[in-house]
Each structure stands twice: as C-alpha cells, then as structure tokens.
C-alpha cells in the first residue's frame, strides 16, 4: 500500500506541489492508512533497523521534495521564526552530549527526534509555499474526503462490523454487554480532530471555496472516532474548542452564528450523536461508565497525581546532577529511571522536553508556540478566516494541555504543521485574496 500512496504523490504532486506530502502523510498515520508498520517499504529485516526509522525515510522524502521545489526557497522562510534559534539549541545540545557524555544507539534515536520535528517543519513549510490559493483549497478538500472516508473505515473496524485493518495493530479489547469492540488508538485519521474544527469553523463562516459535501462529510463522522477513541479529555477539549470557536464568530459575524446554515451543523452533530445512542449502547454505556468515573478518578495515581509525579522527577534527576538549565543531554541514560514513575513521554510534555533539553529547552517550545499564537491573532484580527480561526482554537489548547498532559508524537516530522499553516496563511494573504476563505 505505501507503494500507491509513493506512485501518487509523485504522479499528482507534479500538478499540485503539495500532493507530494500524500506519501508521507500515509507513513505517519501508519496503520490508519493501510500501511502495516512492521513491514513499511522494506520489511523487518531491514526497513526497523531502529527505532522510528520510517521517519528517517520521511524527512529523505521531504529534502527530494524540497530540493526538487527549490526555487521556491526564500531565506525569511528560514530566519523569520523562533524555530530558527531553537534549531541553533537543539544542534548544540547534540554537539554537548557527543563531546561529554559519549553516544550509543540508543542516544541517537533521541537526536533524531528533534532533528525530524525541526527539518520537517522546515521541508513542509518550503513544500506549502509553493502551492497557489487554488492548490491550497484543493489539497484541503482532499484531505476532508480521505478523512471522512477513513473516519468511517475507523469506526466499522472498531465496531467489529468489518475488520478494515490489521487486528494486530489494535490497541485493546473492550468486552461490555455481551459484546465485544475496540478501544484503537492505531488507525485514528491522522488529522482528523484539527480537519474537524477546521470543518466545522468554515461551515459556520458560510465558505462557498472548500467542497460543502466533504465538510458534512468530516463533520458527521467524527463524532463516532470521538467515542471509539473513549478519551475523556478528548471529548472534552474538542467540545470546548468548538465552544469557543462559536463565540469568536458570534463577536465578529453575530448574524452567522443564527442562520440557517449553524441549525444545520447542530442538526448533523445531534444526529449522529443520536445514531450513536440508539445502535451502539453497549460502545456509549462504556464511555458513561469512563466519564461518570472521571471524577474520582482524577485525583487517582493514574491521572492526575503521576502527572505531578513525572514533573517531580525529572526535577529531581536534574537538580541531583545540576543540570536544570540545559538537561543531562540528549540521551536515554535517565529513561529507566523515568519508566519506573510511568509512561512519562507519551504522557506529560514538560517532563520530556525537560530531561533532554533543560528549563531553556521547555522555554524554548513554549515560546514558540505563544510567539505563533500571537501570528495568528494577528491574522485574525486583520483578515478574519476559517484556518486562522481554528488554528487559534488549537494552538490555546495545545498550550494549556502540554502543561499537565502528554501524548505528543515526539520526532513526528508533522509535529509542527498547525505552526507551518500559520506561515502559509500569512504567505497567502500577502499574494493572494485569501479572504475569499471566509465568504
């Protein structure tokens, strides 16, 4: 299968630039598009030598891409940005860590984390500046229609009702009312929750550009990959983005938010809220029982206090051997004695960032994420739009749930791509009338 998604980026890319991003926009999401992970390009024997290698040939991929475009380079894409100074950081902590604490394999895997995150920023950011408006719109459009499509394959696979994917790749078996389904994490859409907020704030805004039959489409299936992931904290933070994307739009277009157009959004949500209610009971009285126990279970080890834990730990680890500042060094030598607290990278964000890159490296991501936050706030005030809107929404979010909260693709080379929409909108804006988004 990742040989078709590698035949259409190439065939179709030639067309529209950012059609080369299928391939690995496919090799991320992994089992969730038919790729199996254990035999990505080449097989065990050779493709997993090491860990996430299949992110090595991503960032392969983008730099052919990118080289290949290269007329399109411009050096304010490169400089204009804190990540560009946090490159500077990063490549200095790799440097520290070869000269003073040696390297193992193990230590490179790390290094490759941070090198994928900040050249995949850049390799994409390079790639989207050279799509035109219409280029824009229509690889969005395509990603509503995949998304859809595989929200449905997601949910009928989940559901037992017709095994799409690989059972191996499922996360867990939920027995509940004398049937059985899964709790999957692997084959989530990629991108469906920020293609769903992004659907839904172009709905409201009464966009007349994107595909109106693939926004339905987006908005109607995800709220069942909602209740097939069973994540509490996702459900809630998707209803309050929503919320707060609502009243956005009220302050600027109050005449919007009361049309017939928003009677429909509500009218296709609750219906498919309904759908869930009436044919997969014994899937919704798992998650009442989940959402009913979240209260006293959020002040249990397992929520809220082993997130304090990993905080506290990783202080400790670095206070013991002074190196708060700048970490002990991008390597795994801390990592059992993190693992005994428990799952702390997939988990909490702050602890991670801290044990390899210090409280300059936590500063650092964090003041990245608020210096683009600002960006768009600009944006939105001066050109009112769906993307810059929900990429407002997100980007809070992200924010606030990083503090306490985890579960970061840490290396994904995709990990900063709301950040390079930002840029993108900004670049439209500029040469093309990207208000044309919003009417």
Known sequence: MQFIYLILSIYLGRRNPLYYLIFPMALVSGPGAFIDSRTVLFGNDIFLIGKNIYKDVITLYLFLVVFHLRKYWTRNMITNTPIFSYSFYILFLIVFTFLFSGTNDEAINVMRLFIHMILGYYFITFIFSAANFKQFIQFFNTLFFATGILSICYVLNSAKIFPFFIQENLYQEIEMGGSS????????????????????????????????????????TYPFVLLYTFTRSLLGITF???????????????KRIFSFKTLGIAFILFFSIAIIQL?????????????????????????????IAYHIKAYEILNSSNALLLGDGVNKKHESEM???????????????????????????FYIH???????YGQIEDHFNAISLTLFVTTISFILSSLFMGGIRWGDPFIFFPLVLVVTVGNLIKKENFLEISK
């Open 240 to 254: 309050i983005e929503c919320i707060l994307i609502v009243v956005l739009i009220a302050m600027k277009y109050p």
């Open 279 to 307: 044919s997969l009971k014994n899937e919704l009285s798992f998650f009442t029982e989940r959402i009913s126990s979240a209260k006293s279970e959020g002040i249990e080890e397992n929520n809220v206090a082993i997130r």
């Open 181 to 220: 389904f899964f709790r999957d994490f692997s084959t989530i859409p990629y991108f469906s929750h920020l293609l769903f907020l992004l659907a839904f704030s172009l709905t409201l805004l009464k966009s007349k550009v994107f595909n109106s039959k693939a926004l339905i489409l987006v908005l109607a």
């Open 339 to 365: 693992d005994e607290v428990g799952a702390w990278a997939a988990d909490s964000s702050i602890p991670f960032l801290l044990i390899y890159t210090g409280f300059i490296g936590v500063f650092f991501y």
């Open 370 to 376: 608020f210096n683009f936050l600002f960006k768009i």
